[in-house]
Structures are given as C-alpha cells and as structure tokens.
C-alpha cells in the first residue's frame, strides 16, 4: 500500500485512543501522523508507535499538510474542520453524523459498499455505532433474500458518548455502592445500575436521533431506499461493545442454518451461537475485537418468513475507528489518493 500522511482530530477521546492503537495494530502505512484535540489537550503528549507525540490544533495549514484528516470530535467541528481540509486536497474520514445522509458523501462500510468510494468528493462518512453491526449482518443476508423489514432494539455502552461518560458510568457506580446519591452530567439520569431508552434527542415521531439513523444510514449503505426499519435505542451500564436485538423479515422463507451459514462467510462477522451450552455474543467477549459477533439465530415465530438474532460489537472498533481506519486502507488500494 502506497506511504501517506495523516492527521487524527480527537486523539485524546475514547475513539481517538482506540484509532491510535488500530493504526499500530494493522501497521497502517502512515509515514507522518499528526494527533490533534482541543485547546485544552494542545501541548499534551500522546503515545503513538512507542514515541511520544505532542497534541496539536487542527490549523489549516496543518489539514493542507496531510493526506489523510481523520475526524471523531464532534457534528459541529466535523461541519468546520471537513469542508476546510477537503478543500486542501486532504481525503476526509469523519465519523460525525454531520455529513453521513449527504448525497455528496459516500457513507461505507467496506465489507459491504466500497464502490461508493469511487466517485467520493473528498468527505467520506463512517456510520454509526448502532448502524454499523446491524448492517454488517444485514447486507449479506439481504444479497441472498431480500430483506424488507428490520425490528431491532439496541443495548448500548457509555463509551458510545464518549470519554467523559464512561468515567460517569464508574463515579456513579461507586458512588451508589458507597449509599451516596449519584451524581449526573452527561445522561438525563442514573446511568449506574439502570438502563435508559433514550439515546440521543426526541424527534416529533417519537424516536430518537439514533434510532433514525438506524433506519436511514441502513438504506443507505445496503442502497435499499424502501426498507423499512424501526428502532429502540437503550442505553445500558457497560462499558465497551453494543449489543443489538434484531427482527428480519424477508422476502421468501429462510431457515435459522441457511442465516448461520451466510453470516459464518460473511466478511467481519463471526457466529458464536451455542445457546444451550451458554454461548452467545457477549460485550465482555466482544471488547478488544474488530468483527461483529452474531447468535441466537432462531426463527421469529411472529412473522412468515422471519428470523430472529442477537449481535454483539465492539463500538470504540468496528463502530467507530476500526472502520475509518479500513476506510482508508480501502482508498489506498483503490488508488484514489492523489
Ligand atoms: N464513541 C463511539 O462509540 C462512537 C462511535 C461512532 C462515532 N462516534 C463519533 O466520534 C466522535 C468522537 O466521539 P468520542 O466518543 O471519541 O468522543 P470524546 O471521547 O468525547 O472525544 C472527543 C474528542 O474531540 C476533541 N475535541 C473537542 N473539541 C475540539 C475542538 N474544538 N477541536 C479539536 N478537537 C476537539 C476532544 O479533545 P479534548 O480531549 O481536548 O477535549 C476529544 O479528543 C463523535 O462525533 C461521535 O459521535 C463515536
């Protein structure tokens, strides 16, 4: 694969830490890369490839120097930073959801659409957290029989918001266990020892910013407009790793053994589906992994042609960096760097 440079904006958040330890693991051929944050972190060391590299600020001279900008800060500084360093020549991964619906921008999974790389216009979007696992499993089973409705309901960990929650989730912990009143900033509530079904911000339609991003990221990476999807995004005390309950209905029947077998050779998806023995996707066995864990593969008995299956992934990876990350491996590959 052909050298490049790269700069990483949110080095110092959760997905930025994990982005820095995939750069290593998979030995991306980054000759330069620069780590950038906030104000606040500007000056701090990072390690990275066992030296210890200083936090910059994202200036434009700096995006004009790269090429490769990769972006998990937040919408608002994707929306400042995304356009800037486009503009400079740099290949922009961002995975905000500030760009991920826009028809300009391809928004991949390169399992699943690497194609749409091919005509991108500088910005390439990286999915959700919640959309990526489901879609991994989807696509694969909807190329066999086409899918036509998704019923899922997501448990998710706090590292899904952030750095800041996770050290919410474990003060509040101790913090109940200790006889104390929880103390809360960044949910609504007690996040320790509850589970909220609200993630993100109610819409008129009653769901959720998450839960629509489930249905309209999904169409758009599997390049099904009509399918119909409808979610329940729940936040759960864990860690790491996103766990998904997933209803499928499809065209014409399928049984349980025909989904395992596709899901068995999909790319990026193991099966771990023993259930009377205990075995079944799990976030603490998921945690530290890049594929999407599939099981409890059963039949819906509410539908014809219906199946039913629980996944299990690692958010912080295949969710987020490990996924921006194969992004630009996949452009290497494609020789669409300039
Ligand atoms: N967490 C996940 O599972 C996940 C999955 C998919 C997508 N995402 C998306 O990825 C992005 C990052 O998420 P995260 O969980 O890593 O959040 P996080 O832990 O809160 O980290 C945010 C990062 O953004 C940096 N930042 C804040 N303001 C900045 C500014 N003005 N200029 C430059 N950098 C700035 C922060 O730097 P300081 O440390 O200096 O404040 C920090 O490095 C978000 O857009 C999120 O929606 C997250």
């Known amino acids: 694969m052909k050298d490049c440079s790269i700069a990483l904006i949110g080095a110092t958040g959760a997905v930025g830490q994990v982005f ?19 104000p606040r972190s500007v000056g701090k060391k990072l390690k990275l490839r066992g030296e210890m590299v200083t936090v910059e600020e994202p200036t434009e001279q700096l995006l004009s120097e790269v090429d490769f900008v990769f972006i998990s800060a937040s919408s608002s500084i994707s929306r400042e930073m995304a356009p800037v360093a486009a503009k400079q020549g740099a290949i922009v991964v961002d995975k905000s959801s500030a760009f991920r619906m826009d028809l300009n921008v391809p928004l991949v999974v390169p399992e699943l659409n690497p194609e749409d790389l091919d005509g991108h216009n500088g910005i390439i979007a990286s999915p959700n957290c919640t959309t990526t696992p489901m879609v991994m499993a989807l696509k694969p089973l909807h190329e066999s029989n086409p899918v036509t409705r998704v019923i899922a309901a997501s448990y998710q960990s706090v590292t899904g918001t952030g750095a800041a929650a996770s050290d919410e989730l474990i003060a509040q912990s101790r913090e109940v266990l200790d006889g104390r009143e ?6 609504p509530h007690q996040i320790a020892f509850n589970v909220l079904p609200h993630v993100e911000d109610f819409l008129e339609n009653g769901y959720t910013t998450e839960e629509m991003k489930m249905q309209n990221e999904t169409r758009k990476i599997m390049h099904a407009p009509d399918l119909r999807v409808s979610a329940t995004c729940v936040r759960v005390p864990v860690v790491v ?4 309950a997933v209803n499928v209905e499809f065209t014409d029947p399928i049984s349980p053994g025909e989904v ?27 945690e530290g992994q ?32 490990l996924n921006a990350i194969q992004i630009a491996e996949e452009m290497l590959q494609r020789g669409l760097l300039k």
């Not at 790793?241 to 998904?244: D, P």
Request: net charge negative.
């Open 241 to 244: 790793s996103h766990c998904e």
């Open 260 to 286: 395992t077998e596709i899901l068995a050779n999909a790319p990026g998806v193991t099966v771990v589906d023993e259930p009377q023995s205990g075995v079944y996707p799990m976030p603490v066995q998921s």
């Open 20 to 38: 820095i330890r995939i750069l290593e693991e998979r030995n991306f051929p980054a000759s330069t890369v620069r780590l950038c944050a906030s």
């Open 290 to 321: 890049d594929d999407v864990f599939a099981g409890r593969i059963r039949k819906d008995l509410s539908m014809d042609n219906g199946i039913a299956m629980w996944l299990s992934c690692d958010n912080l990876r295949k969710g987020a960096a």
């Open 182 to 187: 929880p103390t809360h900033e960044i949910y």
